[in-house]
């Protein structure tokens, strides 16, 4: 069965440092998504992703964030430079239409030290 | 703003017992609820999901209502297995955005 794949599974980082988070959505979806969950709170939007431009974006999702589609199969997730309450759980999800079921991966756990 | 309440917190039930957790949403232009399950160390799988136009669906031991009215949608499992102990989670999305809001997260735990 065709799955969303995010690598590292686990990230520890300094604060100030940038991170790249990388997912592999499902190969022929059209909508990439990010997602976080810090711990023990619910999951929160960040950001959706169609056509290769940023579609809709949370409040979350300041100028420390950006996203990209380098080559066609992978999606990314860039923090510029780390702070401390950007600890957590993210989660990267595709859908394959608009308005239809968005799949989630296992999520990396992000801890900024 | 758009937000998305869920109870219980936790929830305990004696194995083939049925469980029941409930969601309120607050924009009546939702049209889209999904349910998710997350087991431990993993990320959030869709279970099953109901849209708008209905007000009730069905997969096997797992079935979702909706009273748009009420703006109450609910998971119903029944015959419950150990296998079902998880958080779950419900969520809503408007019909002209991609983006999930979820509630808050529901733990159940399934004794044999």
């Known amino acids: 069965e065709p799955e969303v794949t995010q690598t590292p599974s686990h990230q520890v980082t300094q604060m100030g440092q940038e991170v790249i988070l990388r997912c592999v959505p499902i190969?022929?979806?059209?909508?990439f998504y990010w997602y976080r969950q810090i711990l023990g709170q619910k999951v929160e939007f960040l950001v959706s992703?169609?056509?290769?431009?940023?579609?809709?974006k949370s409040e979350i999702f300041d100028d420390q964030f950006s996203v990209e589609r380098p080559d066609g199969s992978n999606f990314t997730l860039k923090i510029r430079s780390t702070k401390l309450e950007d600890s957590a759980m993210y989660f990267c999800?595709?859908?394959?239409?608009?308005?239809?079921?968005?799949?989630f991966g296992q999520g990396t756990r992000l801890t900024v030290v | 703003g758009e937000n998305v309440e869920q109870h219980p917190s936790t929830l305990s039930v004696q194995e083939g017992d049925s469980a029941v957790i409930k969601c309120t949403y607050s924009?009546?232009?939702?049209?889209?609820f999904p349910w998710y399950k997350q087991e431990l160390g993993k990320g959030p799988q869709l279970i099953i999901d109901?849209?708008?136009?209905?007000g009730e669906k069905k997969d096997q031991r797992i079935a979702v209502t909706l009273n748009k009215t009420a703006k109450h949608f609910s998971l119903h499992i029944t015959e419950t297995q150990p296998e079902d102990s998880a958080v779950y989670f419900c969520?809503?999305?408007?019909?002209?955005?991609?983006?999930?809001?979820f509630g808050t997260g529901t733990r159940l735990q399934v004794f044999p």
């Open positions: 999800a595709s859908g394959g239409r608009m308005n239809t079921e968005a799949f």
């Open positions: 190969s022929n979806h059209l909508y």
């Open positions: 992703f169609y056509n290769n431009e940023i579609s809709e």
């Open positions: 924009d009546s232009a939702s049209n889209y």
């Open positions: 109901i849209r708008s136009n209905v």
């Open positions: 969520a809503a999305r408007k019909y002209n955005t991609d983006k999930l809001i």
